[in-house]
């Protein structure tokens, strides 16, 4: 199975640190800048700073983007359409959370982190 090119630098932990500036962004990712700037208009990607060429993104808006790129190229998905696919998956990792909740007995999420404490 060949590997994805995911932008990722391999062992690099994903972070909210801003670090890549939108020049670096577009490289890491192989994508116009144009197009990073479009998903950030859409909220897709976070930009820190006032300016473009004040702006920086984490490791996370790598991860994003990556994600953001495969949706355009596999499935031809417009910058709406991938804002709406990833509410839609942040909504399943919220349920699913949930779910698991209700599957254990707990009232909350929180119930799990008291009960670590617990723990000889």
Known sequence: MAEKNTGAIAGEPI????????????????????????????GLIEARGTTASEWRFSSLSVVRLAKAKRLDQDLGVNPAGIALAFDLLAEIDRLRAHLGVLKSGRTSLSDDRSRQHDLP
């Open 15 to 42: 972070s909210n640190d801003p670090v890549y500036s939108l020049e670096d962004l577009g490289a890491v990712c192989n994508v116009e800048t144009a197009w990073i700037i479009e998903l950030i208009e859409h």
